[in-house]
């Protein structure tokens, strides 16, 4: 079973990276269990020496998401904060990143409370704005870290007009391409030099696994990263890396649905009452509606929605039946969460309101239940509003 070079978007993200299994012809990739490899003789092995080196069901996934993305090599984590930890170990004491002001709680934490440990230093802004993005860039800017769409605020960033910026300062353009998924978005043909995600969320696709992963173009990146990866060992599990193989063989018919909802939910919420603004891509009122229809195939499943208060806010999520109140996001089914005082809790108050993430704010990861399901739920959980 070869893959052909020409192979389409669905194929390559049910096949790439995988063969059957040449000991039993299985189709799908093993579980390969195993902490250590018997060696043949002194010296003479078959590839595979230790586990946190090597692993062939990991080594399987990191070779699919890579191909799906368009990269050439990835590097699975045992989280995706455990991957942005990968790449930030690219930088050295001194260095500075521009990094996107609505990024994730957790990326947050981690920058602004770790690294800087280790005297790295960050600029938050509205990446959106690549004028605000070039101000902010110094002689020791080494990154620009971009998260596209943002969480939870759904802001795009323009990510040609980005890598153009990045490459002609001399610096990488990261992009944390969670919130889309591959199909919705590949910013490596835009020129992205790195990309991750948290391969919890969309590539796994079924709220079982946690995971992430690094994918590079530029071979400097590849060979750090794979000596970072067995030097810290922070690695993705056989299980778990089998989990998000099984994950990404559906994605692209997962993304249809998820997207489909998402779009159908936004029309729904922007045109009931009580409800104030509605955050999503797709709809022509977002502020990057254009940019978004240059730039993504599809606007994905996640919108968020501002009630105005943290009561009304509270009144919603403690009223839904069918979407689940909780953390994370992509998987099938649908989840409803509460921004200010979950995944941004770690966000200071200050700077939360000023990138509008209100205690109204309300956020969705849309699944792939039936849709007039979920518009009955939310119909009569802002009834109570």
């Not at 001399?170 to 043909?189: K, M, W």
């Not at 309300?362 to 939310?378: H, N, P, T």
Request: charged share 20%.
């Amino acid at each position: 079973m070869k893959l052909s070079s020409r192979a389409r978007f669905s194929t390559v993200c049910l096949h790439a990276g995988q063969e059957p299994d040449p000991s039993t012809g299985a189709i799908i990739t093993p579980i390969y269990q195993t902490s250590t490899y018997v060696q043949d003789a002194l010296g003479k092995h078959k590839g595979f020496e230790y586990g946190r080196t090597q692993n062939p069901t990991r080594m399987a996934l990191e070779r699919n998401i890579a191909a799906i993305e368009g990269g050439k090599a990835g590097f699975a984590f045992a989280s995706g904060m455990a991957a942005i930890g990968a790449i930030a170990t690219l930088l050295k004491a001194g260095d500075h990143v521009v990094v996107s002001d609505n990024t994730y709680g957790g990326t947050f934490r981690l920058f602004d409370k770790v690294l800087t440990r280790y005297q790295l230093s960050f600029s938050y802004v509205d990446t959106s704005k690549l004028d605000e993005v070039e101000r902010a860039i110094t002689p020791a800017t080494r990154m620009l870290f971009v998260e596209t769409p943002t969480n939870p605020i759904m802001r795009l960033t323009d990510l040609r007009a980005a890598a153009d910026l990045a490459h002609r300062h001399g610096i990488r353009l990261v992009v944390d391409n969670t919130f889309a998924s591959p199909v919705i978005q590949r910013p490596i043909e835009f020129g992205a030099d790195l990309v991750t995600h948290s391969t919890t969320k969309y590539l796994n696709g079924h709220s079982d696994s946690v995971g992430g992963i690094v994918i590079a173009v530029r071979d400097d990146d590849i060979e750090w990263l794979k000596f970072v990866q067995n030097a810290e060992g922070a690695i993705l599990g056989p299980f778990d890396s089998w989990l998000v193989l099984r994950g990404t063989k559906t994605l692209p018919i997962r993304m249809q649905q998820h997207s489909a909802n998402g779009l159908a939910l936004a029309q729904f919420l922007i045109a009931h009452p009580t409800v104030r603004h509605v955050h999503y891509p797709g709809l022509p009122s977002h502020p990057q509606h254009a940019l978004a229809e240059r730039q993504m195939r599809g606007f994905g499943g996640m919108l968020a929605f501002e009630l105005g208060s943290f009561h009304a806010a509270r009144t919603v999520l403690n009223s839904v039946r069918l979407l689940a109140l909780a953390e994370s996001l992509g998987g099938v089914e649908s989840l409803i969460s509460h921004p200010a005082t979950m995944t941004h809790a770690s966000v200071p108050a200050d700077r939360r309101a000023a990138i509008g993430i209100t205690d109204g704010l309300v956020r969705i990861s849309a699944g792939i239940e039936d849709i007039d399901d979920l518009k009955e739920d939310l119909a009569q959980a802002l009834e109570r509003v």
